[in-house]
């Protein structure tokens, strides 16, 4: 498998592992969606081959582990349900660069910030730009200040990471 055809398939790739933080959980469709266009294009991998040969309405508890497989051998690892601060990681690069829709963001994130007191620049910025949002009175303001937000995370987050979870 070269790194190339890794790179092109990185964004999905990632939009995968976001779902399994989402309330709605794992999709197994556009996973095994992806691992055959993965397998078609050459790129090959034990996970990888595991799920493009699972049924695409194959329960989760069942496609779970191979997709994790599967990331995992293209690098990305997914954080368990119990930890919090990798599953933060996760939601903030995919609201910075995978487009990750505000209304699926905006729950996670108030449920993963600290106390005022305690917040760092960037969640802080975030809280603060959340409420200028909810203000303004068009479309088009939102969107701009929805924008701004996800450049402030581009800034302050990389979308590649380390296997403990941490930006290079």
């Not at 933080?21 to 095994?32: K, Q, S, Y």
């Not at 996670?108 to 007191?117: E, K």
């Not at 969640?123 to 200028?132: C, H, I, Y």
């Not at 800034?155 to 296997?163: D, E, G, I, T």
Request: glycine fraction near 6%; charged fraction near 25%.
């Amino acid at each position: 498998m070269s790194a190339n055809a890794t790179t092109a398939f990185e964004d999905r790739l990632h939009r995968v592992a976001v779902d399994f933080i989402l309330p709605t959980g794992l999709d197994v469709d556009m996973a095994v969606g992806l691992a055959e266009d993965m397998v078609a294009s050459g790129v090959e991998g034990a996970g990888t081959v595991a799920v493009a040969t699972l049924a695409r309405d194959s329960w989760v508890s069942d496609a779970e582990q191979p997709v994790r497989e599967m990331l995992a051998e293209h690098g990305i690892d997914v954080p368990q349900p119990d930890d919090e601060q990798n599953e933060y990681q996760v939601l903030l690069r995919a609201f910075g660069y995978l487009g990750l829709p505000l209304h699926n963001f905006e729950g996670l994130f108030y449920v993963q910030i600290p106390t005022w007191n305690d917040q760092g620049p960037l969640d802080r910025a975030l809280v603060t730009m959340l409420d200028r949002r909810d203000h303004e009175t068009t479309p088009q303001a939102r969107a701009a200040v929805e924008q701004e937000m996800r450049d402030t995370v581009r800034s302050h987050v990389a979308l590649r990471w380390s296997r403990d979870g941490s930006s290079p």
